[in-house]
């Protein structure tokens, strides 16, 4: 069976399958080498990612023998790309999604550690927060705005993209600092995001260039997995079925 990498995370996850999506760019490039494996959840945070662990990846799977997750091979990688929903302000009308700072941080580090202990051998990368455009969520509220005030700023999403590369720290695994890259872009706000929060397909090809970047920093390159089935340049037109023997 081809290895998996999982991506686990809110709205920006799991719109990454869209046109021009970061999912989708993975998915093509790893194409017959790798599965990526679609796990985004809109409007999550990490409260509720950590509560459905188990469901999302649970310890026994379908045909299986009842042996549980040992018997088959974990994830190469799983992406951990939450904190978006968590940046919402208490006080503002998406306060429903709003986690604590502190409790971000123990949430995040209990979902890393998570994985850590299902597959050992399984490479985590955690994403930060991208930063926000306060203007444009006026304009693309998704709840009834009565206040006049952005849900979300970029100072807050800045905070909790720190405490995302904090945890990544101290657990020992990669971390893109989606917040700081794309700021570095002085147009950053139409170049890269949809409506303040959501990316752009620009926006989108970013976070794939760093995926695929890390990923390749932990040895998880194209050129360094093997191919499932024999290539068309392997197989011996005089006698094809050699190949497949």
């Known amino acids: ?22 999912g989708a760019s993975l998915a093509n490039h790893f194409a017959r080498t790798v599965d990526v494996v679609l796990r985004g959840y ?11 662990l188990d469901s999302v990846f649970p310890a026994k799977q379908d045909g299986d023998g009842g042996n549980g997750i040992h018997s088959e091979r974990g994830p190469i990688a799983v992406t951990v790309f939450f904190g978006a929903n968590d940046a919402s302000l208490p006080d503002r009308c998406s306060a429903f999604q709003h ?19 299902r597959w050992p051998n399984t490479h985590v990368l955690l994403i930060t927060p991208p930063p926000i455009d306060e203007d444009a ?24 993209a720190r405490a995302c ?4 720290g101290e657990c020992g695994v990669p971390v893109i600092d989606l917040w700081t890259k794309m700021q570095h872009c002085p147009e950053w706000k139409k170049e890269y995001l949809s409506d303040g929060l959501h990316l752009t397909q620009s ?25 499932d089935l ?7 037109p005089n006698d094809p079925m050699k190949a497949f023997r």
Request: proline residues 5%; aromatic residues 12%.
């Open 203 to 227: 926006g989108n090809q970013v976070v794939f260039e760093e995926v695929i970047r890390k990923l390749r920093d932990d040895g998880l390159s194209v050129e360094a997995l093997p191919v």
């Open 230 to 236: 024999p290539l068309i340049s392997d197989i011996d």
């Open 99 to 117: 986690v604590p700072l502190q409790e971000y941080k123990h949430n995040l580090h209990s979902i890393v550690s998570f994985f850590k202990k």
């Open 42 to 52: 809109s409007g999550y945070n990490t409260r509720w990612g950590l509560k459905v």
């Open 1 to 22: 069976m081809r290895p998996k990498i999982y991506l686990f995370g809110d709205s920006i996850t799991e719109e990454s399958f869209g046109i021009g999506g970061w």
């Open 137 to 160: 969520r006026l304009r693309y509220p998704y709840v009834e705005n009565k206040q006049g005030l952005p849900e979300r700023t970029n100072e807050a999403a800045g905070e909790y």
């Open 165 to 168: 590369a904090a945890i990544a």
